[in-house]
């Protein structure tokens, strides 16, 4: 069971993995399936070094694993739960953004789909 003081710990985890932009946009693109150091690179149109700095952040901070695939290593969500909870969360934040329609057609959250009201 958590603690009060291990749910710190895993929020400032995560905290930190997505407060630097780079890091974010790896876990974006992870989240639409794994990927390689290199093709995140070209893909994300960074170093490899860069990227594989941030990967080992991530990796160091249990929120992707490396799977050794030959003489590559294949990068990936850790849990199935964080790569939905992550994806809730951008789907989340997106939706209580004013300048932002809702991107849930089935939304069932009061107000955030409701035309606005005219005055």
């Given at each position: ?14 905290g930190r993995a997505m ?61 199935p739960h964080l790569a939905a ?35």
């Open positions: 069971m958590l603690t009060i003081t291990s749910r710190v710990d895993v929020m400032n985890r995560l407060a630097d932009p780079t890091r974010s946009r790896i876990l974006l693109s992870l989240l639409d399936g794994p990927g390689y150091p290199a093709q995140l690179a070209r893909d994300l149109e960074l170093t490899r070094t860069n990227v594989s700095n941030h990967l080992a952040c991530l990796r160091g901070c249990g929120i992707v694993v490396a799977e050794p695939e030959g003489r590559q290593t294949r990068y990936e969500i850790a849990d909870a992550l994806t809730a969360l951008v789907d989340v934040t997106l939706a209580v953004d004013e300048n932002e329609p809702c991107i849930d057609p089935a939304c069932s959250v009061p107000g955030c789909c409701d035309p606005e009201p005219t005055t």
